[in-house]
């Protein structure tokens, strides 16, 4: 499939997905030449769908930016464009691989399938008010969509040792195909920043995004 969407928004970030349904070998042809630095971490990678993961993200570099950039990751993991200013982040699950860019501003993205089992996100990542908003009708969907929301806070963020729990906090909503979230983010010291996030349901996945 590759490319499966590309889309500009309003705030001048733009988003863009590849659909990973290429075998590794394919992909690497599809990527070449791959930065040295990129085929060193692959080859320490055991998983296979790990590995087309990441050659689906470089991929994606690929068709974004026509000339060569090279990734390079912070020491807390977040990534960056070494030989561009872009704002970037990255996900990927073993469909989709997805990158939000921004000339200027932080971005965080995080995209999971509905698949997935996310009982343990209840336990580990939601606050008791959180716990008690959850509906019964779409519990699932509800926590994929708080799960991704606080990755993305997380990500954009930057800052190691945050609790979900406590840090970051999403006020109440009824889940649909698409929509905002306003969240607060808490910092060691109690300074509170809030956000805005906003999310979409693409093919039995939850993808949430932040900018700014």
Sequence with gaps: MGLYSRKNLDNGAEI???????????????????????LEELSLIKSKARRKEKLAIRALLNVLYPE????????????YIQNNLTEISISHTSR??????????????????????????????LSEEE?????????TLQLAIYWCAKEAIFKRMSVNGIDFAEQIEIDK???????????????????EEEFELQYEIIDDHVMVWIVG
């Design 16 to 38: 863009s997905i590849w659909e990973i349904v290429e075998d590794e070998d394919d992909l690497r042809r599809i990527c070449a030449p791959i930065p040295n630095d990129e």
């Design 68 to 79: 060569k950039v090279y990734l390079g990751h912070h020491d807390n993991g977040k990534p």
């Design 96 to 125: 989709f691989a997805v990158i939000i860019t921004h000339p200027e501003l932080n971005v965080g993205i995080d995209i999971e399938s509905l698949n997935r089992d996310f009982s343990s996100v209840e336990k580990k990542a």
């Design 131 to 139: 716990i008690d908003d959850l509906s019964s009708k779409n519990h």
């Design 173 to 191: 909503f009824t889940p649909h195909d698409d929509g905002e979230l306003d969240a607060v983010f808490i910092d060691k010291y109690g300074e």
